[in-house]
């Protein structure tokens, strides 16, 4: 299963709009902060690209919760932002307090061994327990995760790693796409060498330039 | 089966999904994951596939963090923003 191709040019589009706006390419930024911009402006794009599903709704609210990211957010998404970080009503669950509920499970679990199995665990319970503590690892690492069913996380997780694949594939084309641009930039001075080596005549940087040459086809200008 | 599911994936509204489906989402989700080339024969327990998912959101996340700091090195050093606006358009279309 595969991002569609919509979603991977609404991605770039966001992406490089967010860039812009959080102005990355100045030389003023510190190298950390434009990579904490350029992750904000991945996430966003991500989110914003895929549309409103409930891990695009807990990552948006999740990057909101910092007070220099709600601005940022607020200007790249516009009216989308009110929209994203309003409350779902379908999943509307009574707060409960985690302990409580952590100690009761706790209790729950060992009533039912002790009923069940007073010689030694018996492997579906085993099973289970494990697919429960996997399910809550899973629930941490999916925005919008805690609140899921059993479910609907699945569901949720598999979109979200279907959008990260995408976002990483993407991210790298970008970063080969730039570097590829850097090198040409650089070879610009030598451009009569290049036009000898692309006739065939030999050249005292023949090969540095077939190298530069070689990346070139990436380009579509 | 539904023995080893926990009644935690049921979800809070009326309509019970069956676990036809839930075993459908696992498998899809075993599909996307790397390596499902190999193992998609054999059929994988659920808690094998939610561990395999959860190493790969982390990897991804450790990716995506690491693209980040490669194009913040490469953006700090580009000149003009025109040779971008034309790389943009060319991956766009």
């Not at chain 1, 902060?33 to 914003?48: F, G, H, P, Q």
Request: charged share 30%; hydrophobic share 35%.
């Amino acid at each position: 299963m595969q991002a569609t191709k919509s979603f991977e040019r609404a991605f770039l589009k966001h992406l490089l709009r967010g860039f812009r706006l959080s102005a990355v390419s100045y030389k003023s930024m510190s190298l950390q902060e434009r990579k904490s911009a350029i992750k904000l402006s991945a996430d966003v794009a991500m989110a914003s690209a895929r549309g409103s599903r409930k891990w695009t709704r807990g990552l948006i609210t999740k990057l909101s919760k910092e007070d220099d990211h709600r601005s940022f957010l607020r200007l790249i998404l516009g009216t989308e932002y009110e929209r994203l970080t309003k409350p779902c009503h379908g999943s509307w669950k009574i707060p409960r307090s985690k302990k409580i509920v952590r100690r009761s499970l706790r209790v729950c679990s060992r009533r039912k061994n002790n009923l069940r199995a007073p010689h030694g665990v018996k492997s579906s319970v085993l099973a289970r327990t494990l697919v429960e503590k996997r399910t809550h690892a899973l629930k941490r690492l999916v925005p919008g995760g805690e609140s899921l069913d059993g479910y609907s996380l699945l569901d949720e997780a598999l979109d979200y790693v279907i959008s990260l694949r995408a976002q990483v594939d993407l991210m790298q084309k970008l970063l080969t796409t730039f570097e590829a641009s850097k090198l040409s930039a650089l070879s610009k001075c030598t451009l009569p060498e290049r036009k000898a080596s692309f006739v065939g005549e030999a050249g005292i940087h023949q090969q540095k330039l077939t190298e530069k040459a070689q990346l070139r086809p990436k380009l579509t200008l | 089966m539904s023995s080893r599911r926990p009644r935690s994936w049921q979800p809070s509204s009326a309509s019970r999904i069956t676990d036809e489906q839930i075993n459908d989402l696992v498998s899809k989700l075993q599909a996307v994951l790397p390596e499902a080339r190999i193992r998609r024969s054999d059929r994988v327990s659920a808690a094998k596939v939610l561990q395999e998912t959860c190493n790969y959101i982390r990897s991804l996340h450790r990716e995506v963090d690491d693209l980040s700091e490669r194009l913040s090195e490469l953006l700090a050093s580009t000149e003009s923003s025109s040779a971008q606006a034309a790389i943009i358009r060319s991956l766009l279309m």
